[in-house]
């Protein structure tokens, strides 16, 4: 059973910075992709930044530049450092992994594995 749970959410001001962690468990595939993903209160969800397992990256145009996403095998763990945070930036935070290692960041809906989420709140 293919468990992901995240942690690392909280609350900073803006410009601040937090890094977000998603442990893996029971993912025995070995390509995947693996994506972090946001929705806030009234919007659709939004795909942020992922990750292959080729080590191909992509992300949102409104993250590029702030966000970097990665993964520390050994340790099963798939990160999402957030720098420069803003206030739209607030959401929760969830991570995500599939099979379908060619699935890119617009393509959130289509992931088989969900984490539960972990929340983020920047204020102004």
């Known amino acids: 059973q293919v468990q992901l749970v995240e942690s690392g959410g909280g609350s900073v001001q803006t410009g601040g910075s937090l890094r977000l962690t998603c442990t893996i468990s029971?993912?025995?595939?070995?390509?995947?992709?693996m994506q972090w993903f946001r929705q806030a209160p009234g919007k659709e969800r939004e795909g942020v930044a992922v990750l292959d397992s080729d080590g191909d990256t992509d992300y949102a145009d409104s993250v590029k530049g702030r966000f970097t996403i990665s993964k520390d095998n050994a340790k099963n763990t798939l990160y999402l450092q957030m720098n420069s945070l803003k206030p739209e930036d607030t959401a929760m935070y969830y991570c995500?992994?599939?099979?379908?290692?060619?699935?890119?960041?617009?393509?959130?809906?289509?992931?088989?594995?969900w984490g539960q989420g972990t929340q983020v709140t920047v204020s102004s």
């Open positions: 995500a992994a599939d099979p379908k290692w060619w699935l890119r960041v617009h393509q959130h809906d289509l992931y088989k594995y």
């Open positions: 029971g993912y025995s595939y070995t390509k995947y992709s």
